[in-house]
Each structure stands twice: as C-alpha cells, then as structure tokens.
C-alpha cells in the first residue's frame, strides 16, 4: 500500500512539475455577454500563476468588435534571459516583459495578440474582457498657443483637441518608476474614435522618451482614458507648431531638497519643463556665457516668453523663484546643468 501511495505521489508530482501545455495560432473572440476570458481555464486572477512547460513558444489572436475594447491583465514571470511575454496592438506597437504582476493593458479594435516564448520552466496566465468604448465625446475644445494640462487618469473621460497646425502630447507620470496607469489612456488620430487612427497610449508615448506630435494632415486628436487611477498623471497639451523642433527633458521637482536636470542642444535644440504646481527655485546653472537660454511660462511661442537671456546675464540674475503651471527653459546651443531647490 505504502509503494502505490509514494508510486502515485511521484506521479503527480512530475505532471505538476511539468506545467501547462499551449500551442501557436489560438483565435479568440468575444464570449457572450462579454465574459472574461482565462487562460488556463483553471485559472483566476485570485490565485498565483501556474507553471508553464518548458520550451514552449505560444500565441493568442484576440478579435475585438467595433464598439468595445479589450482589457488584459497577465500573471507570470520567466526565468532565463531568453524568455518573453509579447503583446502587440492594432497599431503594431510591440511590447515585451519577462515579468507581469497583473498590470492591465488595453486594446481598441480590432484585435490583438499575445504571445509567451520561454527556454526554461516559466509561470503564465492571462485574462481577457471586453468592454464598451465611450461613445460621444466629454468635451471638444481647440488648442493653440496657450498650453493646457489635465490629469490624464484620475477619471474616464472622451476629449477631443482640434488645433490650427498639430497636437503635441507630453506625458509626466506621478511615479517615473511605476507609470502603468498611462496605459488606460489610448491616443487616436482624427475626430472620433469610429474614424480616427489609433496610435497607442501615454505609457508608450512616456517610455518613447519624446513628444508624441499629430501626422501630417491631422490635426486634432482624440484622448480617451477607460479606467480611472488614484494616479496623478499629467498632461501636458500643445499645439505642434510651437515646439515640434524641440527636445523635451522634463523637470522633476523633489520636495524639500535639491535636484539636477541636464539639456542637450549640440544636435538638436532642447527644452527642459516643468508641470508641477510646487514652487521652486533655480539656484545654480552651468551653461555658456554666449548660449541664449528662452523662459517661457507655458508654450515656448512669444505670448508667453519671459526673456530669452545670454548665459552671463541669466546667471546674474540668479537665485530665481518660479511658481507656474508649466515652466519652460529653451537652450539654443550647448549644454545647460540646471540645479533647483524645492
């Protein structure tokens, strides 16, 4: 008896051991009443990731109706240098991790795909809703040389920006280090949401290190944010044809302390800026004296310059205290060390 126990026992083990079994090519479409989707089946966000078998390479085509979205959160981590977690949407943005936690992504129509290829011995599920796109916009409004800036996930919201020339999107994420929420928030070209052309979210935009700037032809954008965050994600909103040639680094404040930011205009002219409402001051900065440094208190266009200043003058003039919604420092050739007190 004892030897059928422990022959069954090892058994059982080594079928656990081995983990789950999946295969290419997997066609998924929307189950009635928009029931979520698990794989495996067995599985639910409540528990930790099973095992996934080794050596495996496999893929998921999610269909996705005109009118709704998809939300897909993954649970899993790899375990060599090899392995992957892919997903990529309408748009051809490709993303790829060797760990997920359940941060979800979100995908317009019409479809997308996710795809796990792992070497060694991994941990892998997922789960997939469908939900209902907004249908009428929160508000139309038109951007020009004014800059706005909006939290950009503390609610769910349909805006669409029109302008004279292009938009341009600058994300700044209340945590540099953990900015998943930005991808709530999709980007269409156009419009409406029906018409318009889906580019991607604000995480994407964010980790692109640049401004997302409209195609040529288009020149209003629609943002949708399709779950609300206790997140304070701003974004900064313009129209294109004031800063399209620029570089952005933007400004960190950190409160009761000093901080540094660098800007670079050997190759391309850039600006450093700030969205933040806390007041700080630019104690020290180390630039040319015969480089011309702009402040601009909002868009870099004329209707809201400050000065544009030599590096010996702007130096003069220092300690300088700055409250302003969005602050804007534009180096015309250089490099400026810029170093503020909050």
């Given amino acids: 008896m004892f030897f059928r126990l422990f022959l069954f026992l090892s058994v059982a083990s080594s079928v656990s051991a081995a983990g ?38 496999c893929s998921w085509t999610v269909t996705i ?15 060599d240098s090899l ?10 943005n490709l993303m790829r991790t060797t760990q997920e936690g359940m941060q979800p992504y979100y995908f317009p129509p019409s479809k997308f795909s996710v795809t796990v290829s792992n070497q060694a011995a991994a941990t892998f599920a997922f789960r997939i809703e469908w939900k209902l796109l907004p249908t009428l916009p929160t508000l139309y409004t038109q951007i020009s040389a004014i800059a706005e800036v909006i939290n950009a996930t503390n609610k769910e919201y349909y805006i669409v920006y029109d302008s004279n020339s292009g938009v341009s999107l600058l994300p700044f994420p209340e945590d540099i280090n953990n900015y998943y929420s930005l991808r709530s928030t999709l980007i269409f070209e156009g419009g409406r949401i029906q018409r318009g052309n889906y580019i991607g979210n604000l995480f994407l935009i964010y980790q692109s290190g ?22 304070t994600n701003l974004l900064l909103i313009q129209e294109s044809r004031y800063v399209e040639n ?5 400004l ?50 004329p209707m809201v310059f400050d000065k544009t200043y030599t590096g010996l003058q702007f130096k003069k003039l220092l300690p300088i205290m700055y409250e302003t919604p969005v602050l804007t420092f534009v180096l015309d050739s ?3 060390v810029f170093t503020f007190q909050a």
């Fill in 20 to 57: 789950n079994v999946c295969k290419t090519g997997n066609i998924v479409n929307r189950l009635v009443n928009s029931q979520p989707y698990y794989w495996p089946a067995t599985w639910n966000e409540t528990q930790t990731a099973p095992a996934l078998e080794m050596g495996q390479t």
């Fill in 210 to 231: 640049n401004q997302y700037i409209t195609s040529s032809g288009f020149d209003s954008v629609v943002i949708v944010n399709l779950e609300a965050s206790n997140q």
């Fill in 334 to 336: 250089g490099v400026a």
């Fill in 252 to 301: 960190v404040p950190v409160l009761n302390s000093q901080y540094k930011a660098t800007i670079n205009s050997q190759i391309k002219t850039s600006a450093l800026v700030s969205t933040s409402s806390i007041k700080q001051t630019l104690i020290d900065i180390q630039m040319d004296d015969n480089a011309n440094i702009t402040v601009a208190y909002g868009t870099p266009d």
């Fill in 83 to 92: 392995s992957i977690f892919q997903t990529i949407d309408a748009a051809g």
């Fill in 246 to 250: 620029l570089h952005y680094v933007e």
């Fill in 65 to 79: 109706p005109q009118g709704y979205y998809a939300k897909l959160i993954i649970n899993g981590k790899t375990q």
